[in-house]
């Protein structure tokens, strides 16, 4: 049985980021951006307005008297308008900005008369005047390679023309819950009968990161298992099975995934809950993992080591969710010298462990606004002891 510290570093030894695609922009939303974008231009492109104003020479703003209003320009409109000695022109916000101005003072401070145009007080020159590359020069990366597409980065791709980016493919997650306590329906729900919930579970931590994926279920039969194995492994890089991970005699998920051609990187980890966990792998861009057929253990084993698995096949540079360090409100005793992962929720700047954390209970999960890391060597934290914490996707 290994550490959590040596089983998160042998996923990540056999995770491998998937082929680089060209996609769309508009369909760009959430994915990893494959290569550095280098910007295709000074951005600004010109100097330009800040602001719906007049442009001048700085010079003739400190003497204080009228200057002549020559001509207007909107966004859009070429600077082909001249700006020489005691003259104004009337500019607008994203208008560029005539070769012989350095300064817009914005039309609240001004006072038109005719052609005449007066100014109430003084601004710095090159006042409201966006330089041209004062934010990328043109070959600056734009944005780098690894950084999730949000809608600014979308946003900033767009401002250069682009149309499509690359990122690397989305790897294909196939879901496979074994078990044959499992009623289709409120009929079938007998007395040893329950429904179940990891497909659905884990379909939509899925879709959450932005990954679609495919769910069936089977019973606990050997061959069932293995045939359900082979059929997805021609399909998908990355296998999820629930259940089936221990070492009872109906516990066939091992065995099934060696037959299938997997080589076993670990099986079993110093952590409650999910001690079972298993990890294979047959070759690059396919793996699987064998995850606890609790609820509660198999969607923190998910957030854990899968969900870091799977940034790292999509590229990211960011592979967990966001950590925060947070003090204890409570003290927190453990015997068994494993590392627990609990759920808590944020009071005040400091971290409430839930009630009721046993590996079949999802409730408290579903309250929770925070997965809790408490050490294997850590027996016994007093309350106000700084806790690594991860933040759940809401």
Not at 185 to 207: C, H, P, V, W, Y
Request: glycine share 8%.
């Amino acid at each position: 049985m290994i550490s959590v510290q040596e089983a998160r570093q042998l996923i990540l030894d056999n995770a491998e980021t998937m082929p680089v695609e060209a996609i769309p922009l508009a369909f760009a939303a959430g994915r990893i951006q494959g290569t550095d974008f280098l910007a295709s231009h000074p951005h600004p492109f010109f100097d330009q307005s800040a602001m719906d104003g007049y442009a001048l020479r700085h010079a003739d703003l400190i003497t204080g008297d009228p200057l002549k209003v020559v001509g207007e320009i909107r966004a859009g409109d070429p600077p082909n308008i001249d700006v020489n000695r005691g003259e104004a022109v009337r500019i607008f916000t994203g208008a560029p900005i005539p070769s012989t101005a350095d300064t817009v003072v914005m039309q609240e401070m001004a006072t038109r008369d005719g052609d005449q145009v007066s100014f109430d007080g003084l601004v710095d020159r090159g006042a409201n005047v966006r330089k041209q590359g004062e934010q990328l020069a043109k070959g600056a990366v734009a944005v780098q390679s690894g950084a999730q597409l949000n809608a600014a980065r979308v946003g900033l791709l767009a401002t250069f023309g682009a149309t499509e980016t690359t990122s690397p493919r989305a790897p294909i997650v196939a879901i496979l819950s074994t078990g044959s306590e499992f009623a289709e329906n409120e009929d079938e729900l007998g007395e040893g009968k329950i429904f179940e919930s990891n497909g659905l579970m884990l379909r939509t931590a899925l879709l959450q990161m932005g990954l679609e994926s495919f769910h069936a279920q089977v019973e606990d039969d050997a061959d069932e298992i293995r045939k359900r194995i082979e059929e997805a492994s021609t399909m998908a890089n990355v296998l999820l099975t629930t259940g089936g991970v221990s070492v009872g005699a109906y516990d066939h998920t091992r065995n099934s995934l060696e037959a299938c051609g997997y080589e076993v990187i670990f099986h079993k980890v110093n952590q409650k809950p999910g001690k079972p966990l298993l990890f294979v792998r047959k070759q690059a861009h396919r793996v699987a993992f064998g995850l606890p057929g609790n609820p509660r253990s198999s969607l923190m084993s998910f957030y854990r080591y899968v969900y870091p698995y799977l940034r790292r096949a999509m590229g990211a540079q960011v592979l967990d969710l966001p950590r925060i360090d947070l003090p204890l409100v409570e003290e927190y005793r453990k015997r068994d010298g494993k590392t627990h992962f609990v759920t808590g929720k944020i009071e005040q700047g400091r971290v409430r462990v839930l009630r009721k954390q046993n590996s079949h209970m999802l409730a408290s999960f579903g309250a929770a606004d925070l997965i809790v890391e408490i050490p294997d060597g850590a027996d016994h934290l007093p309350a106000g002891t700084v806790v690594s914490t991860w933040v759940l996707p809401r």
